[in-house]
């Protein structure tokens, strides 16, 4: 059994539509990861928070913005995240978010998403 934060797939769009990554400078190789609370973090966070190569970037509501090198010490962030925020997550990589919304909105232009 593992624990599973569920959003819409509109609110998944609006999160790209944002794109919180764009105010960091990060490597050509970083990886994006989004990590879902169950509601906001209520405690006092001074960001960036990093580890091993792995930075904690920024929280929006109850979403987490990471960015990490792969390296050969594997998944390193899930240990940033975990330690911060504890285990009762749910993580996915940027990518794995925008195919989410790919296939669970159908293409619209901005004006159509709006009525």
């Not at 769009?13 to 794109?19: G, K, T, V, Y």
């Not at 010490?73 to 285990?87: C, S």
């Not at 990518?95 to 159908?106: I, N």
Request: charged residues 25%; contains cysteine.
């Amino acid at each position: 059994a593992f624990y599973t934060i569920v959003r819409a797939a509109e609110d998944l769009r609006d999160l790209l539509e944002s794109d919180p990554y764009a105010a960091f400078r990060l490597p050509a190789n970083a990886k994006r990861v989004v990590t879902f609370l169950r509601g906001p973090h209520k405690g006092r966070l001074s960001l960036p928070i990093e580890l091993d190569g792995a930075r904690i970037l920024a929280m929006k509501g109850a979403e987490i913005f990471t960015a990490y090198t792969p390296s050969p010490r594997g998944p390193v962030f899930m240990a940033l995240i975990e330690k911060t925020f504890g285990e009762h997550v749910t993580t996915r990589t940027w990518e794995t978010v925008k195919k989410c919304v790919a296939a669970a909105l159908p293409a619209a232009t901005p004006a159509q998403r709006r009525r």
